[in-house]
């Protein structure tokens, strides 16, 4: 098992959609989660941080559920300018106490107008 | 200018040759990561170093090796390339208990 699975997608959505993308992973000692976007051919870029109690950053709200071990992804009113690979992002404990995230495979997004 | 670089931004090299990627950072990170990303694979991380000291294999190691030369400077080496290592290769860093990284622009890597 992965330790980070995404669906791969393409999720096709007309502008204004919402969309929304779920994350699982699978080391329960895991404390840090992430969303990164990455447009093709680019590198990837924090979109934002997840928080136990949940968080919103305009159009985009990030939940995390510890017990199922997932995380989700929010789009509201999505723009042409969304289009691209949003990328679930854990850190992952290593045996020595140092730690190094975990980069899911990514879910495509292609918003269409 | 860009806070993290890496050069060459494209490069195609034969099998059996060996090639060096360089990194730099002006952004005052302790720690700095090397990645590969292959379609359908997602990135995967070869090397990291949390100071210029500390050099960590990460889950695809084999067959690279790297360099922490300064706090801002971290270079992957491939000592003889094979047709499998093309793929694009970022380098990042981060500092704090967040993790948050930063990328470079990538290398395009083809080996022939």
């Known amino acids: 098992r992965k330790e980070v699975e995404q669906d791969p997608g393409p999720f096709n959505v007309p502008e204004g959609a919402t969309v929304a993308f779920n994350c699982t992973y699978s080391n329960s000692a895991s404390q840090s989660f992430f969303w990164y976007r990455q447009d093709c051919r680019k590198e990837p870029k924090l979109l934002m941080s997840v928080y136990s109690s949940g968080n919103e950053d305009g159009r985009f709200t990030a939940q995390l559920n510890r017990a199922s071990q997932y995380i989700s992804l929010l789009i509201r009113d999505s723009k042409l300018s969304d289009s691209a690979t949003y990328l679930c992002?854990?850190?992952?404990?290593?045996?020595?106490?140092?730690?190094?995230?975990?980069f899911g495979s990514g879910t495509r997004l292609q918003v269409q107008p | 200018d860009a806070d993290v670089t890496q050069t060459p931004r494209n490069r195609i090299t034969k099998t059996g040759k060996r090639i060096m990627l360089e990194c730099s950072q002006t952004k005052g990170h302790d720690r700095m990561y090397w990645y590969r990303q292959d379609p359908g694979l997602g990135l995967r991380l070869i090397y990291y170093s949390f100071d210029v000291k500390d050099i960590n294999k990460g889950e695809i190691s084999d067959g690279y090796s790297v360099s922490r030369q300064a706090q801002a400077k971290f270079s992957l080496s491939l000592e003889s390339a094979i047709p499998n290592q093309t793929a694009l290769y970022f380098c990042?860093?981060?500092?704090?208990?967040?993790?948050?990284?930063?990328f470079g622009p990538g290398t395009r890597l083809l080996v022939l």
């Open positions: 992002v854990v850190n992952v404990p290593e045996d020595t106490g140092r730690r190094a995230l975990t």
């Open positions: 990042a860093t981060s500092v704090g208990q967040q993790e948050t990284q930063y």
